[in-house]
């Protein structure tokens, strides 16, 4: 099995990435094989005819591909779609080869452990219709937050990798310049996950850019956009 990790697709505003004449390692890959998007997914947006269109297309691909919620996505949509075992978790079904990782999940991909925590507060909410194109579900609820909490203790807070959306409120800090402000969910990454846990690479989108981000904690962040990473 390999894993592979890369940025926010956007529905297909920034797909192309993934194509086979883009990423031509994925046409050597197989069902073992994963790639996981670090939120803001987008193909699950209004079931339109587009929607179900690139759902076939990622049906078709021979790898399966995991994405964690971002703060674009429809999330009663998301929600409606039935949660089911996966790799030591629970993920909604999207069809055979597409599924949703949940908030405070812990997979298991080729023996490595994969805490999860996607979604994030959006930056453009002023723009957009709530319903339609936001949704008050991007930030977590009560009981994810508590989920993930459970997840971390029955692990012993150890884990080979973290996958989110947004980033813990130091590494926003480093990567923003202070033009991104914190807020509960960067707070809870810093506090409970990036301050507790031990890991060995965290993997988030969100902001558009593909960086290393040193914080100089001895831990490893890396900001996914365009580039796809292999890591495991």
């Avoid at 691909?61 to 089911?84: D, R």
């Avoid at 993920?91 to 452990?113: E, S, T, W």
């Avoid at 965290?202 to 962040?221: A, L, P, R, S, T």
Wanted: net charge negative.
């Amino acid at each position: 099995m390999s894993v592979y990790v890369t940025g926010d697709t956007h529905s297909y505003i920034d797909v192309m990435k993934i194509t086979p004449s883009r990423w031509q390692e994925s046409n050597n890959l197989t069902e073992k094989d994963i790639l996981i998007i670090c939120g803001d997914f987008g193909f699950i947006w209004d079931n339109s005819f587009t929607d179900r269109w690139w759902q076939q297309w990622f049906l078709q691909k021979p790898y399966i591909t995991c994405f964690v919620a971002g703060n674009h996505e429809n999330h009663p949509l998301l929600e409606s779609y039935p949660l089911v075992d996966f790799h030591g978790d629970k993920a909604r079904k999207i069809n055979d080869h597409i599924y949703c990782l949940i908030q405070g999940g812990m997979y298991d991909f080729d023996g490595k452990k994969f805490f999860c925590f996607g979604k994030a507060q959006s930056h453009d909410k002023q723009f957009r219709v709530e319903g339609e194109s936001w949704w008050r579900e991007e930030m977590p609820s009560d009981e994810e937050y508590q989920y993930g909490i459970d997840t971390l203790n029955k692990y012993n807070h150890k884990c080979d990798f973290v996958i989110s959306h947004c980033a813990p409120d130091r590494v926003v800090d480093r990567l923003s310049y202070g033009n991104y402000t914190h807020d509960k969910l960067t707070n809870f990454l810093q506090k409970i996950v990036a301050e507790e846990v031990t890991f060995g690479h965290w993997y988030f989108g969100h902001y558009h850019v593909d960086k290393d981000v040193d914080i100089k904690d001895g831990n490893k962040y890396t900001c996914c956009y365009q580039y796809i990473y292999k890591v495991v």
